[in-house]
């Protein structure tokens, strides 16, 4: 079966770094997406990866391992707002989107 | 309008009803998809399209019934709601059904009781 494994729950301080992992089995890769989800929101998109190594956009970085089946998202410099739900998701061989349950983020002062 | 919307925001329904989930895009996009999201779990696909007058079933279609008569529109329809379709429901689109990003509506959410 298809499965994709992350952190139910993670806490962390403002001004900190937090790492976010994700661990995936599925039936083929056309690569692996982070989005975003606040409380009673949609989800938004943050990152993709294809290839190997790591991707960085301002604060947030995602890297990827294909080897492995993991990923992580790396969050530097941690406000108040980033607190909200992440959730990794991988694209599987028919182009479908399998989503892991998503890591909610708290974040203290 | 910009980008997608949902309609209703939310709705209670009896068990057995009939009841259509509306979602509009106007980024001319390709693909569009509907999802539920419940707690605990992850996001899953119920019905999608790749393009208008395509469609295709997810991980969990029985229940759902959707339709793509144009670019814009990919209405939900649940045929005799049950309490088991009590969840938040996503509709999504991207420029093509490859590996772009998807774009995700406000969301309705749905109790059937």
């Known amino acids: 079966g298809q499965n994709i494994d992350q952190p139910t729950e993670m806490t962390a301080t403002e001004g900190a770094i937090v790492q976010i992992n994700c661990t995936y089995q599925?039936?083929?890769?056309?690569?692996l997406f982070w989005y975003q989800q606040h409380a009673g929101e949609a989800p938004t998109f943050l990152s993709y990866n294809v290839l190997d190594g790591l991707e960085e956009k301002g604060r947030f970085s995602s890297f990827l391992s294909r080897s492995k089946g993991y990923s992580y998202l790396l969050l530097k410099e941690l406000q108040m707002k980033d607190s909200a739900s992440y959730l990794c998701?991988?694209?599987?061989?028919?182009?479908?989107?399998?989503w892991g349950a998503g890591t909610k983020l708290i974040i203290k002062p | 309008i910009a980008g997608i919307t949902q309609a209703p925001t939310s709705q209670i329904l009896a068990a057995g009803r009939r009841m259509t989930l509306r979602c509009t895009q106007d980024?001319?996009?390709?693909?569009m998809y509907w999802y539920r999201q419940d707690l605990g779990l992850g996001l899953r696909l119920i019905h999608y399209s790749n393009t208008a007058g395509t469609t295709g079933k997810g991980e969990v279609p029985d229940g759902y019934s959707v339709s793509r008569a144009n670019t814009d529109d990919f209405p939900l329809t649940l045929a005799s709601a049950v309490p088991s379709q009590t969840s938040v429901y996503f509709c999504?689109?991207?420029?093509?059904?490859?590996?772009?990003?998807?774009?995700f509506g406000p969301g309705t959410r749905l109790t059937v009781l």
């Open positions: 599925t039936s083929g890769f056309n690569g």
């Open positions: 999504a689109s991207s420029m093509s059904s490859g590996m772009d990003e998807q774009f």
């Open positions: 980024m001319r996009h390709n693909a």
């Open positions: 998701a991988v694209m599987d061989s028919n182009y479908q989107l399998i």
